[in-house]
């Protein structure tokens, strides 16, 4: 069931997810950013808009305002936005004494750039500033950095536990979204969220606007949405995923079509490290365990790293 509306108010808009946006401003429309807040009226959907770097037209700022809604946006329009997004640990590191504890960043990385700089993670903890991170780059993780992701993600568990027993309030998704989920809470592209871009066309999210496949055009803001083959976006039409319990999992559909050609078909590298993820967080609930603390919760052992190892052998 759809429940949000990403309104996407310009082509340069930042991007919070793997895909890239574009360099070059494109506004949407004041007409077609009316029409998409009547929709989420109508359709009682919540709406996220995504912020350019630049300053919005105050006749955009004013029905903007007029409905209820979170702004995701780059660190020019931290004063604006509930989710801030940085293009580099060192650009959100390199504002560190203006960050705010009671907001959420977030951080997009490649893979090798995150292997060299997660350090100033470490820095973020002390002081209550918590980061989720984005990969840029998915497609490069290989088998051979299984064990220098487990090794990274095992040295940032063990800062993270310092810092909660030294009072800090943090956590970051890649090692602790699994702790406290019971099920899956993916993206939900397509099926609890849409996107209305630039152009006043439906995408299952940004990515697909960027990556101008004609078959992910959901329709128009005009003519009303329509979402083709709808079912292969949900959880149980994946399955891989239906039988998964790496719950944190983006379960990225754009992903999927990028990498495997299909939207429901998950590929390697998104397993391999959304299950080294969940491994981690297995080892910081059992270090709460010891400490009598979210007792009710439990990740069990597993023996596999892509669920479709298991898979095969049904
Ligand atoms: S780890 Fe793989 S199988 Fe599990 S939810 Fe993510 S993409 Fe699906």
Not at 9 to 36: E, I, P, Q
Not at 74 to 96: G, H, R, T, W, Y
Not at 154 to 174: E, P
Request: net charge negative; with cysteine.
């Amino acid at each position: 069931m759809l429940k949000y509306l990403v309104i996407l108010l310009n082509d340069n808009s930042v991007s919070y997810c793997h895909y890239n946006n574009k360099n070059v401003s494109n506004m949407m429309s004041l007409d077609t950013l009316k029409s998409g807040i009547l929709f989420a009226m109508k359709n009682d959907l919540k709406i996220q808009y995504v912020l350019p770097e630049c300053d919005l037209p105050s006749d955009y700022i004013d029905l903007i305002e007029s409905m209820f809604h979170d702004n995701i946006g780059p660190l020019k329009q931290s004063k604006n936005s509930e989710i801030i997004v940085a293009n580099s640990f060192d650009e959100l590191v390199s504002n560190i004494d203006m960050l705010d504890s009671n907001k959420r960043y977030l951080v997009r990385t490649t893979i090798a750039d995150f292997f060299n700089e997660y350090g100033l993670m470490k820095d973020l903890f002390k002081k209550d500033i918590n980061a989720n991170i984005v990969f840029t780059d998915v497609e490069n993780f290989t088998d051979d950095e299984i064990d220098k992701y487990s090794a990274v993600l095992d040295d940032l568990k063990q800062s993270l536990i310092d810092s909660i027993r030294n009072g800090h309030n943090v956590n970051t998704n890649l090692i602790t979204d699994r702790i406290a989920l019971e099920e899956m809470n993916n993206c939900g592209a397509g099926e609890t969220n849409i996107t209305l871009a630039p152009n006043g066309c439906f995408y299952p999210c940004p990515a697909f606007y960027y990556s101008k496949e004609q078959y992910y055009e959901l329709g128009n803001i005009n003519d009303g949405l329509r979402i083709l083959n709808k079912e292969l976006y949900k959880l149980d039409h994946s399955p891989l995923c239906k039988r998964c319990d790496a719950y944190h999992c983006k379960r990225c559909v754009w992903l999927n079509k990028k990498l495997t050609c299909e939207i429901n078909i998950p590929s390697r590298q998104q397993c391999l490290m959304a299950h080294i993820e969940r491994n981690t967080s297995k080892i910081i609930l059992d270090d709460f365990h010891k400490q009598n603390l979210l007792k009710e919760k439990n990740i069990s052992k597993i023996d596999y790293l892509d669920p479709f190892e298991v898979y095969n052998n049904i």
